[in-house]
């Protein structure tokens, strides 16, 4: 019962349940699960290493364009995830768009090597074979923000600006202080998880695809884990389980899903709250984006990392839950923000 609930929750938290995204139009040849034999339906850039990373583009031409915004979406989603940008902003204020399927999600290929340094270059390489200039935007959500706290560390001085969207914590980082975490369950049920994913992931992938108990679907429209806008944002989009059970029972998917957990939720080789403003001194374009009602990443750790870092401006929703990037009119404040620095007063601290 101990080990349902932990597993349940906690891939509950981070994506494996239904979600509002597309499933990525790829498709497998009959009778073999090899990766070089997936059918893809998307464009793709080969890395130095030999991988591909498919993509997807949206907004104006990229020559056309004033910015260019690569997204990265978190754990469990895919380049298809519904970043609620408008057409109209993005024609308004010429924004190129990019979305990438990150190492081993979508059609993009699996890296077994996957780590912090990893997934920065991934993005920097992308980044130079699509011919984006020197300097580009990043938007981290969710578990995608430690690619972007990467990028902060690996490459500051690729970034023309940063935000990292409800991005979530790391209980494993050593600043962050005791008496502030250790009522939190999060942090014990990631602890538990980190444990399984390490020591029986035999048993983990069992669990993901028997049949006889419910598991992935524990968390699904739980008020416990979600806020009221979340449960609203859930009700009205149309769900997709992106990593059904039958996807699961692909070996190679369960390994991209949890190596990409492990890294996340291992230790670092770098501590943020270390990190320094990459700007010129009183500016800065790093920004995070939080809710108020977020009950998967509590609002005080993200006020915590605020406090310790206060070159990033901190913009904090009032009603908002964990799915923020489902809300066309904070997108568009994330976005304004970012590339315009924009001020929102709704949007600070009480």
Request: proline share 7%; aromatic share 12%; with cysteine.
């Amino acid at each position: 019962m101990v080990f349902k609930k932990v597993v349940g929750l906690v891939m509950g938290c981070f994506g494996l349940s239904k979600q509002p995204t597309r499933p990525a139009p790829c498709a497998e040849n009959s009778g073999s699960l090899q990766i070089d034999e997936i059918v893809c339906n998307s464009p793709r850039i080969r890395l130095s290493d030999g991988r591909f990373l498919a993509y997807r583009e949206r907004g104006v031409p990229k020559n056309e364009s004033n910015y260019r915004v690569i997204v990265v979406h978190g754990f469990g989603s895919s380049k298809e995830m519904n970043f609620m940008a408008t057409q109209e902003l993005l024609d308004e204020l010429s924004i190129y768009l990019l979305l990438f399927d990150r190492a081993g999600y979508g059609e993009s290929d699996p890296n077994p090597k996957r780590s912090l340094k990893s997934e920065a270059f991934d993005i920097e390489e992308l980044a130079d074979k699509l011919q984006l200039g020197s300097k580009f935007y990043v938007v981290g959500v969710s578990l995608g923000c430690y690619p972007a706290w990467s990028c902060l560390n690996c490459i500051p001085n690729r970034l023309a600006g940063i935000s990292l969207v409800v991005p979530y914590i790391n209980y494993k980082w050593p600043s962050l202080p005791a008496d502030l975490t250790k009522d939190d369950y999060r942090r014990g049920l990631s602890r538990w998880m980190y444990i399984v994913a390490c020591y029986a992931p035999g048993l983990l992938h069992w669990w993901l695809t028997q049949k006889l108990f419910p598991s992935s679907t524990v968390l699904d429209r739980n008020p416990a884990f979600f806020s009221n806008k979340d449960l609203e944002v859930l009700k009205n989009t149309p769900g997709y389980q992106l990593l059904s059970q039958n996807k699961l029972r692909e070996r190679s998917v369960f390994d991209s899903l949890r190596r990409d957990f492990m890294v996340a939720f291992g230790k670092w080789d770098f501590d943020p709250m270390d990190l320094h403003n990459p700007y010129a001194e009183m500016e800065s374009s790093v920004h995070i984006w939080q809710g108020y009602e977020d009950k998967v990443v509590p609002f005080q750790l993200q006020r915590y990392v605020w406090n310790k870092l206060p070159w990033i401006r901190y913009h904090e929703v009032p009603d908002g839950g964990h799915l923020l990037v489902y809300d066309s009119a904070v997108c568009e404040a994330i976005l304004r923000s970012l590339l315009v620095g924009e001020d929102f007063p709704l949007y600070r601290p009480q």
